[in-house]
């Protein structure tokens, strides 16, 4: 015997009324089938639930047992569709998101509070790696999002979309000559030792800087490289050279830091923050999407 929840709810709702007239009213159906459908019921489980009299019936002590069971079947399975339903719609789940250091201070903060708010139901996993292994975690579905600064090129088989614009300025020691001064342009910095990306883990932007420099008329004399955000950052802190870093940083409090606007209104000098994730990425992704596209808007400064 199935026990569909069209039976549970005749039963419950027997149960309710204590009368197979005024319960079949309430199922808008007549009484001789109410009263078979419990008669199947009952011989199915082998047991009586309900002692039947002339002013109507009561609950046997295992049909009330069986009546709490009932309703706990019906919750249990109005809960499991809305939950299907949910992941269907993107509304649930868990979303495996990877991100590059150098996004976590601004970026990274803002898609949390925007998902918890808007998206309470979607657990974000978070994975911080390079820009190649990001892109291949992506490739190969081990990740289902990832927040990239490095405008390397991306896969052909892989979706990418733009979410913000980042300046760079000048970073310099706190104490350096240039450190007091409004803005600066970038040929300021020809005769500084500069620490800068290294090549082979973000290739896109260690040429940007290279570019940015040439086009201002020089080419920054390296002191030293680093693979990440938190190197270069290091370098400049110990008052060892100067390097660009993205405008976001400015609002943080970076000990032993300067950081300077700059005049120069050269492409290399700005990057785009973007998302890349499967073409057949589903419903929570593509939420995550907008939400955070929402909140990444090119007017806000981030």
Known sequence: MELTKRLLEQFLVLAE????????????????????????LERGLGVTLL??????????PAGAAFAV?????????????????????GLEGDVRVGYVS???HRHLPRLLRAAAGELPGLRVHLRQDSTA??????????????FLRDPSPIPDDLEVRALSVERAVAAVP????????????????????FVLLSATALPGLALQAQRACQ?????????????????????????????????????????GITFVPLRDS?????????????????????????????????????
């Open 133 to 146: 292994a990001l892109v291949e975690m992506i490739g190969a579905g081990a990740l289902d999002l990832a």
């Open 17 to 40: 009324e204590k009368h197979f007239g005024r319960a079949a009213e309430r199922l808008s159906m007549s009484q001789p089938p109410l009263s078979q459908a419990m008669q199947r």
């Open 174 to 193: 706190d104490g350096h000559r240039l450190a007091g001064a409004a803005s600066i342009a970038l040929a300021d910095l020809r005769d500084e030792d």
């Open 102 to 104: 150098i996004l976590s």
């Open 215 to 255: 086009e201002a008329g020089f080419t920054p004399r390296r002191r030293a490289e680093a693979d990440d955000l938190s190197g270069l950052v290091g370098y400049v802190a110990a008052g060892l050279c100067v390097s660009l870093l993205p405008e976001d940083l400015r609002d943080f409090a970076v000990p």
């Open 266 to 302: 050269s492409p290399y000098l700005r990057t785009t923050v973007a998302a890349v994730h499967r073409p057949d990425a589903d419903a929570a992704v593509r939420r995550l999407l907008d939400l955070i596209a929402r909140h990444l808007r090119p007017d806000d400064g981030g």
């Open 51 to 60: 002692d039947r009299g002339p002013g109507g019936v009561r609950l046997t």
């Open 69 to 89: 069971e009932a309703r706990r079947l019906l919750d249990a399975r109005s809960a499991a569709v809305e939950r299907v339903r949910r992941v269907a719609h």
